[in-house]
């Protein structure tokens, strides 16, 4: 702290008390001071009056101490007898005291009382205390709940009641890391952040107070700041399908918010139906897995938690890809092969299936194809297989099916055929539909042979003898129209012996061709044209009568309007079906096929050599 001289000046007023320095006392706070009391020589009292408060006496004897306490002044007097001074005799005494802050605008004087009553005092001492601000400041430490609200945090409180002399202004410097506060108070005592965040944690934040006085230094105060917080976002993420688990993982949170992480807070809402006990395993990254379905609609949300609470949520919104093989099933099979069918709601794309099987735990193979179903080949008979199937989901994710087992036929029982589409159903009228579809080779022994296809049609059944080559057309008839047919087939040996049926197909034959009506007014007209009809023709009649009476008649081909029909036949080693009835035309014609439009006809020619086109019948 900067220090002053003093310069002492004795002045001797004679005819009463004196005090040196005269005028006003300048110093420091905490800075030790002495002053001269001088009195004219004669008994009487001496004290010393601090503002309107007088001490009690003062010993004012060479080398008497004495304490002077006029609250809150504090001194000690030390007595110097008598003395000349410029010829005159004077009796004084040295008050020693500490400068202090409180004392500063008082005043001081020395006081003599005489023994015959009469007083005398000096002229008034100003005292003048140089200090300095005072500026401590408070709440360095803040626990924040709340980062977006505004925190009157920082005070420099002493300011408020003691702002040194000369008064200070304070000043605050900017806070480092993004922290913005303002000053405020009519001292700019108080600053003021706005929004408190994380950010000023740790921030460095200066108090400036400074009176402008060259004597005095300025006060500083620079202080950390600590604010702590929920933790901060995690950042998380769907990590696709183990199934029937969708997996979701996150990393911890970069900054804990100033206490340790206890917890994450999980939610997981599956078609709008938030879950309960959703769990999470520790690691790298932190994972937590739920069941889940095709084509389901998650929101996932996680998020950090410390002792002030949770922290902001990461969210993720998701929809299940759906796979394109959900759940296989064996829709054709002999002793040799197995045809793999899946359940789906999607369509199938082309090149995207892969059929694994294993027997025994051993893999036997793999076969891809562009589409489904696929028939594996080479099987051993009356053996279980373990199949799965692999194919790639809307996301463009290869996926494995669930794992089906199924088993070859055993001997005995014939194969079944592969019915996997209404593609199996062509030329659907009102009445009829052509069934194809792929000879069944496997008659269930070595020494049989395929005979009859039985055809399931809702309630009713029919059956037809098996035809030659690779296809089997047979057109099924009579039936009704706008009615929804549900279609399987098996197959019977030589040997009466039958295989699994089919899987079934769906088709509605169509509806019946309408004859238009006549209203009464047509009918009318219709009545009173024939008759006008009737009588031209007669006139017309009996003119060419008589004209054919006088002149040759000329000859012209003949036409017919009628309308052709064409037979279809079956060579004769085909006839042996016992629901087949021979037709009494020439050929085998069978009334179950003949006749029928050419339409019909060229279609089920086309498709079924053994048929062949006969000859034409009119209607």
């Known amino acids: 702290m900067k220090r002053i001289c003093v310069l002492w000046i004795l002045v001797c007023l004679c005819d009463g008390a004196t005090i040196s320095p005269p005028g006003s006392l300048t110093g420091l706070d905490g800075e030790n001071r002495t002053i001269n009391c001088s009195f004219p020589d004669g008994s009487g009292a001496a004290a010393i009056r601090y503002n309107q408060k007088l001490s009690a006496a003062v010993f004012v004897a060479s080398g008497d101490v004495t304490p002077v306490s006029v609250p809150p002044f504090k001194g000690t007097a030390l007595g110097l007898g008598l003395s000349t001074v410029q010829g005159v005799r004077m009796i004084s005494f040295r008050l020693k005291f500490t400068l202090k802050s409180d004392y500063n605008g008082a005043s001081l004087r020395c006081r003599f009382r005489a023994s015959d009553g009469s007083t005398t005092e000096s002229q008034p001492l100003t005292l003048v205390v140089l200090s300095s601000p005072c500026c401590t400041v408070s709440n360095t430490s803040h626990i924040v709940h709340n980062t977006t609200s505004r925190l009157r945090l920082l005070s420099c409180e002493e300011i408020i009641s003691h702002r040194g002399n000369p008064p200070a202004n304070v000043s605050w410097s900017k806070p480092s890391g993004g922290c913005v506060g303002t000053e405020s108070g009519d001292a700019n005592q108080f600053y003021d952040l706005n929004p408190v965040t994380r950010q000023c944690n740790n ?92 084509s389901d609609t998650l929101v996932f949300r996680v998020s950090a938690v410390n002792t002030l609470g949770p922290g902001e949520a990461c969210q993720v919104d998701k929809t299940v890809p759906t796979r394109k093989c959900i759940k296989l099933f064996r829709s054709a099979g002999s002793r040799s092969e197995l045809t793999i069918d899946c359940q789906t709601d999607t369509d199938f794309n082309s090149g995207e299936y892969v059929v694994y099987y294993t027997r025994n735990g051993m893999q036997e193979a793999s076969q891809s194809q562009n589409s489904l179903p696929i028939t594996i080949s080479n099987l051993s008979e009356d053996t279980a297989y373990d199949i799965v199937v692999e194919a790639r989901n809307s996301e463009g994710t290869r996926e494995n099916s669930t794992v089906v087992s199924m088993r070859t036929n055993v001997p005995g029982i014939p194969g079944s055929p592969i019915i996997s589409g209404n593609g199996n159903a062509i030329n659907i009228t009102s009445t009829s539909f052509i069934l194809t579809f792929s000879s069944v080779l496997d008659s269930g022994r070595d020494n049989a042979s395929v005979s009859i296809y039985r055809v399931f049609l809702n309630g009713d059944q029919r059956d037809l003898k098996a035809q030659s080559g690779e296809t089997q057309a047979f057109l099924i008839d009579k039936l009704s129209p706008s009615t929804t047919y549900t279609v399987k087939v098996l197959v019977i040996n030589s040997l009466g012996e039958e295989s699994e049926e089919s899987t079934s197909i769906t088709l509605t034959t169509l509806e019946e061709e309408k004859k238009g009506g006549l209203s009464s007014g047509a009918i009318a007209g219709i009545v009173v044209g024939g008759i006008v009809v009737l009588a031209i023709t007669a006139l017309l009649c009996y003119c060419l009568l008589k004209q054919s009476r006088s002149t040759p008649q000329e000859t012209k081909p003949p036409t017919s309007s009628d309308n052709e029909m064409t037979r279809v036949t079956k060579s004769p080693i085909y006839d042996s079906g016992p629901s087949r009835i021979k037709g009494q035309a020439s050929g085998a014609v069978y009334a179950d096929v003949a006749p029928i439009d050419k339409n019909t006809a060229a279609a089920l020619t086309s498709t079924n050599p053994s048929y062949q086109v006969t000859g034409t019948s009119k209607r």
């Open 203 to 294: 921030a460095q934040i200066t108090c400036i107070a400074d009176t402008k006085e060259p004597l005095l230094d300025t006060t500083m105060k620079t202080f950390a700041l600590t604010v702590n917080s929920q933790p901060e976002i995690v950042l998380c993420s769907y990590d696709g399908l183990t199934r029937p688990r969708a997996l979701f993982s996150w990393e911890m949170p970069g900054d804990d918010g100033g206490f340790p992480i206890t917890d994450y807070d999980l939610s997981l809402s599956i078609n709008g139906a938030t879950q309960s006990s959703i769990t999470w395993t520790l690691g790298s990254p932190l994972r937590s897995d739920h069941v889940v379905n095709d």
